[in-house]
Each structure stands twice: as C-alpha cells, then as structure tokens.
T-cell receptor, first 115, second 110 residues
Framework: NAGVTQTPKFQVLKTGQSMTLQCAQD?????MYWYRQDPGMGLRLIYY???????DKGEVPNGYNVSRLNKREFSLRLESAAPSQTSVYFC??????????????FGNGTRLTVT | GENVEQHPSTLSVQEGDSAVIKCTYS??????FPWYKQELGKGPQLIID?????GEKKDQRIAVTLNKTAKHFSLHITETQPEDSAVYFC?????????FGPGTSLSVIP
C-alpha cells in the first residue's frame, strides 16, 4: 500500500517549457488535490477533483491545468512554465470531500525549479 | 475570505519540555480540525484530529483541544523529543473546503 505517489521527485525547467506532474493513489479515494508550498505561504490549493470526472479551481489556478484520468490518477500540467511557478507541489487525496473525519493524505512532493 | 491563523510561527523547546501551538479559525461552519506534521523533504502527515462535537482528544504524548465558541483549537505535545522537530499545520474543514494555517516550525533541542 503505497498511498499517494508523485513523479517526478525533482524537475528543472527553462521558462516556457511544459511538463506534467503525475499523481496516483491506491486508497480508493474519491477526491484528489494539488497544492503548492512556498516559503512563508503555507499550502495553497491549485485545483481539486471531488470525484472522478470533475475538476474545480482552487485558490491559485492560473498557469495550470489538471486532468482526472481515472479514480486513481490526477495530473497537473504546466503549459508554459514561469519562474513564479518554482515551488514544491503536493498531491493529496481524501475519502469524501469535506466530510468529518476525512483527512488529506499527501504524497512526498515534486520539487520544481523554473529558470 | 475565510482563514486560519496559527501561532507561533517558530517554536524552540528543550527536550522533555511541552510545546503548544494555537490556531484560530473564522468559518463557523468548520466541523473537523486535523493537525499535520511535515518532516523535511516529505509531505504533511496527519498526526491527530478532532471533530466539532468533541472538546479534547489525546493520543499518547499528543493532545488537541477545541473551543468552538471562541473558534480556537490547540495542539499540545508533552515530553518533546528531537524527532518531534518538524513543521506543524493546523486545518479547519467544512463540507466543501479545507483551510490550512501557515504552519509552525518546531525545534526540539537535545
């Protein structure tokens, strides 16, 4: 039982390049989330998927797109990377969105640097 | 908008002492309050949580208290150990969103 798996662990991009961050969970969770974490800014929600087939914008969606490929997988795409997107990206999942006793389960993050 | 305040932002304690982290939330619809621990290079991991109809919960050296009237909740760690050093996040959850506090960096000095 691996939990939430993110790939890659590290990535360096040049400005304007594109890439997709992959996330998969094996806990049969309905909801999946993408957060970014920057020094002094805490965890900010980029996009989330309450259930398979649905996606919604979070607090900071600009410059990103997502795909809920199936119940297990939720990917985050940067179409044209910018230095402001240098961050640590975390994928998370939960059983049912927003219910009591429904904590988030996080992956170990992707550390992205855009030069 | 809704937010969660968390204090202190950094905390340094001697091994064996207690550590207390306090959070205040604004959304009165919040009904679930998890606490996460983030070790260096890893994602946040749930360490304890409390529901809105419970005032206190304890798990070994960790306890959480909730005052719904005042919209305050706190994390208490007793007999701290070096492995407790990490960043701790509180969160307040409603039926459709999770709001995190900004985090507390705890250092336990051996």
């Amino acid at each position: 039982n691996a939990g939430v798996t993110q790939t890659p662990k590290f990535q360096v991009l040049k400005t304007g390049q594109s890439m997709t961050l992959q996330c998969a969970q094996d806990m049969n969770h309905n909801s999946m989330y993408w957060y970014r974490q920057d020094p002094g800014m805490g965890l900010r929600l980029i996009y989330y998927s309450a259930s398979e087939g649905t996606t919604d914008k979070g607090e900071v969606p600009n410059g990103y797109n997502v795909s809920r490929l199936n119940k297990r997988e939720f990917s985050l795409r940067l179409e044209s990377a910018a230095p402001s997107q240098t961050s640590v990206y975390f994928c998370a999942s939960s059983v049912v969105p927003g219910t009591e006793n429904s904590p988030l389960h996080f992956g170990n993050g992707t550390r992205l640097t855009v030069t | 908008g809704e937010n969660v305040e968390q204090h202190p932002s950094t905390l340094s304690v001697q091994e064996g002492d207690s550590a207390v982290i306090k959070c205040t939330y604004s959304d009165s619809a919040s009904n679930y309050f998890p606490w996460y621990k983030q070790e260096l290079g890893k994602g946040p991991q749930l360490i304890i949580d409390i529901r809105s109809n419970v005032g206190e919960k304890k798990d070994q050296r960790i306890a959480v208290t909730l005052n719904k009237t005042a919209k305050h909740f706190s994390l208490h760690i007793t007999e701290t150990q070096p492995e407790d050093s990490a960043v701790y996040f509180c969160a307040a959850q409603t039926y459709d969103k999770v709001i995190f506090g900004p985090g507390t960096s705890l250092s336990v000095i051996p």
